[in-house]
């Protein structure tokens, strides 16, 4: 079992930037690719950012890259999303996601490839 807390989110206004973390608790970290995936209310949960166990590999959704950037800190068993560049469209609830993976450089960008799932943290973007 991996437990997942994200943090930071909150209010900002179109332009701004946020970051994201997310604390993992309850197995070894550096065994688990992780990802950041969205949910605006009335849509299905969106893949935003992946990054694999050994942080060499990551992806991002198009509407995302060059103002996101997807980290981890396998000391501090941490993923962190830092977004810049803010705009109203990015306006969801954040959930962090975590799964096993033998392949240290591999990352997953499926919603229903991950297993474990942090409660989420609000974004809110005004225009």
């Known amino acids: 079992q991996v437990q997942l807390v994200e943090s930071g989110g909150g209010l900002v206004q179109a332009g701004g930037s946020l970051r994201l973390s997310c604390a993992a608790s309850?197995?070894?970290?550096?065994?688990?690719?992780m990802g950041w995936f969205r949910q605006a209310p009335g849509k299905e949960r969106e893949f935003v950012a992946a990054i694999s166990r050994s942080a060499d590999s990551t992806d991002y959704a198009d509407s995302v890259k060059g103002r996101f950037t997807i980290s981890r800190d396998n000391v501090k068993n941490t993923v962190f999303l830092q977004m810049v560049r803010l705009k109203p469209e990015d306006t969801a609830v954040y959930y962090c996601?975590?799964?096993?993976?033998?392949?240290?450089?591999?990352?997953?960008?499926?919603?229903?490839?991950?297993?474990?799932w942090g409660q989420g943290t609000q974004v809110t973007v005004s225009s």
């Open positions: 309850g197995r070894t970290f550096s065994n688990y690719a």
């Open positions: 996601a975590a799964r096993g993976s033998l392949y240290s450089g591999r990352y997953y960008s499926g919603v229903n490839e991950y297993g474990y």
